[in-house]
């Protein structure tokens, strides 16, 4: 039993931080790719490729994650898959970020305004050209600012995967709550850290946007 | 509306098939032991991982918890310890955040056993392999002043009990006394809420008493006198270690260990070493509450 | 086997059941405090007072910042250090509220900033002040575009009270818990509770969808 105040503990929480921003940028980078097919999938002209692509979205932001983490970690090596703690929660956490993503990028193309689109094909763009030179950079204003508070959302989800003994930042707040008594102090430090984690992404969000918007008004 | 359905019934689909494959027991045969030329071991038995024995640990002082170099100390973790050195195993933490996890990976094999202070139940023997009792620990109520002695005083003075979840008490509190008992996720929650006045007693094992006082002040605990309202009053709880129920064999070595430490003295000896009784080294006939 | 997982599962579901009831209940109240606070947040980030629209933006960043784990030990463990000592259901409201006000704030200023701007410029030319402005022509609008992020938001604040059994409320998580503790069922009471959020969360999103749809018809015609 140690005798501190709590801000003893400061230097193992700082030492979780290496994984929760392994675990937030790994998790991001599969969502944002796997959320592309998943996207164009729900978009799809056939009602099968369609249906499947929302059941798979309603399923991964429908089912806590912590359920998630553990059919991944427990149940999959039924199966004979075997995944370390790390991978089993970059991947729970990596599926519901395409899941979202997917729904980002959905509202994002929605909201390229179909003139637009008549215009592109009457000038003779292929779809492809359209697609990637004209709807892009118009979905990507709409969508910076969900993202952002995905991204946000995400560092501090990464949480969950102290249930699976990630020594990330709130395992480590666990077991110094535990072992001192000043779960108070610990959790007010852990929170700073989050925030201080997070300061960085949301500045650059509201400064690409208003900087998209300064660009991208139409009079 | 048909996508949704769609997803409901797929969903229940994959959960149903999950949880029925949970439902078996873990598997794995690789032949533990025979590693280094010069140790034999005294039994023989199967291990997840071959050479080492695999700990599921959810830390918990001072039953089982990690020193700042990863290795396993705490009551069990010296006898388990001594155990791996004599069946010529090397121990391999897994660390998990709670027994929610460390439970699961006994049961789906990807530990070999899991620690804690954990008592042997009925419920639990049909899910997991229990070890032979290891040591006792009784139940503790702890109050400001040490003023709440008895649970007929819990329950003629209307007082606010607050435990942790997966005491062995908690069903039998919370019929005794309804909306005045609050489960906490840690016993260490519920004391933070006894001091701020929320709760006037805390229920809890005395090792967990023991680790308690070393960090709070003016609270005192009190084993409170046989209850036939609370099962864990009349009978001490017996810890365990839970394995496998595919893996008797390992079970079989480790009642055959642990009867070895007792009767060598070294259960007394880890007791002591953290502060505990003596005493509770000696369990009794194994029971099942 | 197959036989004994129904089995579990008719048992852990009376005490499941129990706990989606309070978590039901945390979800509510705790949006219908938090949503007009977003909303006043929304309306304070975007104004032209320099020191109103700081202390907003302020608050929101700190509030998207903490973690909801983090909020409810705060309200529930550290306000009573400062003689304000709320039970386990209030805490968690309080909590709940808090962070949908901060992240609805972004949501609502995003539905109020797609409000198209001939409708300002119409406003001001018919020579309405800016909070009539506001209240007739603005908010209205900018809501109905907010409303589908917003329910998607609440979907998964209701699987956000699941962290409220840090605080000892008894909801379906901790229930779950629970159970598993003393029976060491597990991955069948976690599951079973997987499917309980599910049974809401998935008619949910899908009603969303159907909104989502029926509200892209009027704008369209309209456009």
């Known amino acids: 039993m140690s005798d501190s105040n709590g801000w003893d503990q400061f230097g193992d929480l700082v030492g979780g931080i290496p994984l929760t921003l392994e675990l937030t940028v790994a998790s991001f980078a599969i969502g944002a790719v796997v959320g592309v097919p ?15 692509a929302v059941m798979i979205i309603d399923l991964a932001r429908g089912i806590p994650m912590i359920t998630w983490l553990f059919v991944i970690y427990f149940a999959l090596p039924q199966a004979g898959i075997r995944f370390s703690q790390f991978a089993a929660a970059v991947l729970g956490l990596g599926l519901l970020t395409a899941a979202m993503m997917a729904e980002i990028y959905r509202a994002g193309i929605a909201a390229v305004p179909k003139g637009q689109w008549e215009a592109g094909r009457t000038l003779g763009l292929s779809e492809r050209r359209l697609f990637l030179d004209v709807a892009v950079p118009q979905a990507a204003r709409v969508a910076i600012p969900p993202t952002a508070t995905l991204l946000i959302g995400l560092l501090k989800d990464t949480a969950i995967a102290s249930t699976l003994g990630v020594a990330e930042i709130t395992y480590r707040a ?46 | 509306m048909k996508p949704a359905k769609l997803s409901a019934v797929a969903l229940a689909a994959v959960m149903a098939a999950v949880t029925l494959g949970a439902c078996g027991s873990g598997d794995s045969a690789s032949t533990a032991g025979a590693g280094a030329a010069e140790c034999t071991p005294r039994h023989q038995f199967s291990t997840v991982s071959e050479g080492e024995l695999t700990v599921a640990l959810a830390p918990y002082e001072p039953a089982a918890y990690t020193d700042s170099s990863g290795n396993l100390v705490g009551i ?60 006792k620990d009784a139940l503790e109520i702890v109050s400001k002043g040490g003023t709440v002695t008895s649970i007929q005083q819990l329950v003629s003075d209307n007082l606010r009990l607050g435990g942790s979840t997966g005491g062995l008490w908690d069903d039998d509190f919370q019929k ?13 929650d519920a004391v933070q809420d006894l001091q701020a006045g929320r709760l006037d007693a805390v229920v809890m094992s005395s090792l967990g008493y023991n680790a308690l006082t070393a960090g709070v002040s003016g609270v005192a605990g009190v084993m409170p006198p046989a209850d036939s309202r609370v099962t864990a009053s009349t009978a001490p709880g017996q810890a365990t270690w839970p394995t496998n129920n595919s893996n008797p064999e390992l079970t079989t070595a480790l009642n055959a260990d642990i009867s070895e430490l007792r009767s060598s003295g070294a259960i007394t000896e880890a007791l002591e070493k953290y502060d505990l009784d003596p005493e509770l080294a000696d369990p009794g006939e194994p029971n099942l509450l | ?44 980030v975007g104004s032209k007072g320099r020191s109103l629209r700081w202390a907003c933006v302020g608050i929101v960043e700190i509030a998207r910042g903490t973690p909801m784990l983090v909020v409810l ?26 962070i949908t006000a901060a992240y609805t704030s972004e949501i609502f200023r995003s539905g109020l900033a797609a409000v198209p701007h001939g409708q300002q410029d119409a406003a001001r030319a018919l020579g309405l002040r800016t909070a009539d402005r506001l209240r007739y022509v603005i908010v209205p609008q900018g809501i109905r575009i907010a409303i589908p992020p917003l329910l998607n938001f609440a979907i998964l604040i209701f ?62 015609a309209a456009a």
């Open chain 1, 38 to 52: 998943l996207v164009l999938a729900r978009r799809s002209q056939f009602r099968l490729t369609r249906g499947l």
């Open chain 1, 174 to 219: 666990q077991i110094a709550a535990q072992n001192t008594y000043k779960g108070l102090t610990i959790f007010a430090l852990a929170a700073g850290l989050y925030i201080v984690l997070s300061l960085p992404v949301a500045a650059l969000s509201r400064w690409l946007d208003r900087w998209l918007h300064q660009k991208w008004t139409v009079a």
């Open chain 2, 76 to 135: 069990e973790g010296e006898l388990l310890r001594q155990i791996a050195e004599w069946e010529c195993l090397e121990i391999k933490v897994l660390p998990l955040g709670s027994y929610a996890a460390t439970i699961p990976a006994v049961q789906s094999g990807r530990a070999d056993i899991t620690v804690g202070d954990i008592y042997r139940t009925a419920e639990r023997a049909a899910v997991t392999t229990l070890t032979d009792p290891i040591y």
């Open chain 2, 176 to 188: 005794l006394l309804g909306d005045n008992f609050k489960l906490y996720q840690t016993f260490q």
């Open chain 3, 1 to 44: 086997m197959g036989g004994g997982l129904l089995h579990d599962w008719a048992q852990q579901i009376g005490p499941l059941a129990q706990g989606l009831w309070v978590s039901a209940r945390l979800a509510v109240v705790g949006l219908a405090v938090g949503l007009p606070l977003g909303l006043l947040l929304a309306i304070g």
């Open chain 3, 73 to 98: 030990q705060l309200v529930y463990f550290g306000l009573p250090q400062v003689n304000i000592t709320l039970s386990s259901f209030v805490a968690a409201v309080v909590s709940i509220a808090v």
């Open chain 3, 159 to 220: 699987q956000g009270t699941s962290l409220a059994f840090t605080i000892a409320v008894p909801e379906l998580m901790a229930q779950a818990y629970g159970i598993g503790a003393s029976t060491f069922l597990y991955m069948q009471v976690l599951s079973l509770a997987g499917l309980m959020y599910a049974a809401i969360t998935l008619p949910s999103a899908a009603g969303v969808r159907l909104l989502e749809k029926r509200l892209g018809r009027h704008v369209a």
